[in-house]
Structure formats: C-alpha cells, structure tokens
C-alpha cells in the first residue's frame, strides 16, 4: 500500500516512559522498530488487549502534534504503524511508512508554528483588527489571531472590543479567511491591550504566513 488516510485524532500508546512500538522485521539484523499510532481509540484499545501491554490513549489533535511526536523519535525508529494487530512475531499494520516519507509527504500542515484551532473575533461582517505603521512609515491593517480562546476573550476585555470569538479550525479555513480579507496586510498573533493601547510582540505578513505555513 503506498496511501493511507486518517481524520484526527490519531493515538499512540503512552507506555512507562515513553510509547508503545512494534517490532520490524530487519533483512541485515538490525534492530528496527516502528511507532504504533492508531486512527481511533477503540482499535488503540484493540492493540492493548492483544498485546498485554500497560498503557493508555494518548491523543494527537493535528499534523502539527503528529509531526512533533514523530520528529523526536531516534534509532532504532525508524517507521510508524498505524493500527497494528500484533500476530505472533507479525505486526500486521493496516499502513506502515518510514518517518522520513510520513514528515515529508503525508503531514502537509506539520510547518504550522502553532496547534489549531486559532481564534478570531468577528464583528459584524469584519474582525478585530490593529492597524500600526511599519518601521518605514507604511500602513499595517493587522488581523487579530489568537492560540487560545481564552486569550481572545481576555484581549476583547481588556481593549473594551465587541463580537463573538470564533475559531479557525484548520489551516487551509485560515488561509481562505485572509485571502478574504483583502484589507488585512498582517496577522497580530496574540496580541495585548493595556490602558486602550494595543500591542502585539509578534507580528507576521499575511503573505509570508500563506507561502510559508499555509499552502
């Protein structure tokens, strides 16, 4: 099989100190092993039933979860399986896939500096907004974007801001909103209000988020 698919969330196994895998099967001899992830939480059950191990669901939410998860593993992991069901010395995956080929080709959304979902605050037919001038004196019309709901709500709050918070559940629902927003030069990413001064430490452009972590 050279595809597979899933919907989020995904799971691997939290075992002792680390996560559960399964073992290659290795034509030179070397040990080679490959994490276990499975695409809902009954066949992760499945796979603790049938193998006696003690562990527990642990939850991946997004690419970008996956891809931190997947990143960190070292020699000698070098593949991930996805719903294995262990038979004798088989592991019997649905889809097994090197790590290398899995972060390169099948995790498009990894790039994301931050989780989804982000969150906006609509008003009315807009959203809220900063608008600033750049070091060289020109406008900058910023999109206010938020990593937690909670930040939102407290930004609304403290710069005495109107409208519902909504969230942007995935990075292409992201990049659509700023290709409508057409007025929108920058996203102000978590930013502050303090005595009807708003501020935000990082700013990005519009076009560097769409070409570098959107597209």
């Known amino acids: 099989m050279t595809s597979f698919s899933w919907t989020y969330p995904v ?3 939290r075992h002792g100190g680390g996560l559960a895998s399964v073992q290659l099967e290795s034509a030179d001899g070397e040990d080679r092993f490959a994490l276990a992830i499975f695409t809902s939480e009954q066949t992760c059950l499945h796979f603790l039933g049938l193998t006696g191990i003690e562990g527990e669901p642990a939850q991946l939410n997004n690419d970008h979860e996956f891809a931190m998860l997947v990143s960190a593993l070292k020699k000698p992991h070098t593949h991930v399986s996805f719903d294995s069901e262990p038979v004798g010395d088989e592991v019997n995956a649905k889809w097994s896939v090197s790590i290398a080929d899995l972060l390169e080709n099948h995790l498009p959304w990894s790039r994301s500096p931050w989780n989804y979902p982000v969150f906006v605050l609509r008003q009315g037919e807009g959203y809220a907004s900063i608008e600033a001038n750049s070091a060289e004196g020109e406008p900058i019309h910023a999109l206010a974007m938020f990593t ?9 709050d403290a710069a ?10 995935t990075p292409p629902m992201f990049a659509v909103l700023l290709e409508q927003l057409v007025e929108a030069t920058a996203v102000a990413i978590n930013p502050t209000a ?4 708003r501020t935000a430490k990082t700013c990005v452009t519009v076009q560097t988020l769409l070409e570098k972590y959107l597209k």
């Open 11 to 13: 799971f691997a196994v």
């Open 148 to 156: 937690l709901e909670d930040l939102a709500k407290a930004y609304r």
């Open 160 to 169: 005495k801001e109107t409208g519902e918070v909504d969230a942007i559940d």
């Open 194 to 197: 303090d005595a009807g001064v």
